[in-house]
């Protein structure tokens, strides 16, 4: 089997994994669903998420580590931190946006103290929230609470995370229609979707080129 076939069915066989898999599943219809909004409102796709054991993400990913300890610790989704995590701060632990959220996960110190349960001075917190350990932590366990509080949806959950739990609920449970948000629920689930298909892709090529080494064994006739 020549390699350009070997990619293709390996290609073939990680995207009807992606689309089959419990963790990213499209409501009601996997091809096309979306949250509508006004006319001029950006398309959202609709996706549930469920929690079982995170797949790994790779080693040569941005504060790995601290990804995947905080995706075992509160039960998301390693890849889904990893689009956040891109996605609010390029990976940057220091940035501070202009709304005064913090560091790699982009955490106001208003939901540290208040949620998470940081304590300490406005500049402790804003130190604390630096340390890329404590704020990866800190922002799994936010996506968590937001994810159970809206059904798994990981839309929902995203908007909340950018734009406020109540904000949410005044839209309906949808996706709020104006500012940021809808741009950056998409961003996020476009980078999520694209890295659980790399990464299912990564794992369905080297199964696709065992298999194209085997060799099936010759029948043996006796001779008559």
């Known amino acids: 089997m020549s390699i350009s076939m070997r990619r293709g069915m390996a290609q073939l066989g990680a995207t009807l994994v992606l689309l089959a898999m419990p963790g990213l599943v499209l409501a009601e219809d996997?091809?096309?669903?979306?949250?509508?909004?006004?006319?001029?409102?950006?398309p959202v796709p609709v996706m549930q998420a469920t929690y079982s054991v995170?797949?790994?993400?790779?080693?040569?990913?941005?504060?790995y580590q601290h990804i995947q300890a905080a995706a075992k610790a509160h039960g998301?989704?390693?890849?889904?931190?990893?689009?956040?995590?891109k996605v609010e701060s390029n990976f940057d632990p220091y940035v501070v946006s202009r709304a005064g959220a913090i560091g790699l996960m982009?955490?106001?110190?208003?939901?540290?103290?208040?949620?998470?349960?940081?304590?300490?001075?406005?500049?402790s917190l804003s130190q604390q929230l630096m340390d890329p350990a404590i704020n990866v932590h800190a922002g799994a366990l936010y996506l968590r609470s937001l994810m159970d509080t809206f059904s798994q949806r990981v839309d929902l959950a995203l908007a909340a995370y950018n734009a406020g739990t109540g904000n949410v609920r005044k839209a309906g449970n949808r996706v709020p229609p104006n500012g940021e948000t809808p741009q950056f629920v998409k961003k996020v689930t476009s980078l999520y979707a694209s890295i659980k298909a790399a990464?299912?892709?990564?794992?369905a090529a080297p199964a696709s080129a065992d298999a194209s080494t085997f060799t099936p064994a010759l029948p043996v006739f006796a001779p008559q």
Request: proline share 9%; charged share 10%.
């Open 76 to 85: 998301v989704d390693a890849h889904l931190l990893q689009a956040v995590m």
């Open 106 to 123: 982009q955490i106001m110190p208003a939901t540290a103290a208040g949620f998470i349960g940081l304590r300490g001075t406005k500049q």
């Open 199 to 203: 990464a299912l892709l990564e794992e």
């Open 30 to 42: 996997a091809a096309s669903a979306v949250v509508m909004g006004p006319a001029n409102a950006i």
């Open 54 to 63: 995170p797949e790994p993400v790779a080693s040569n990913v941005p504060w």
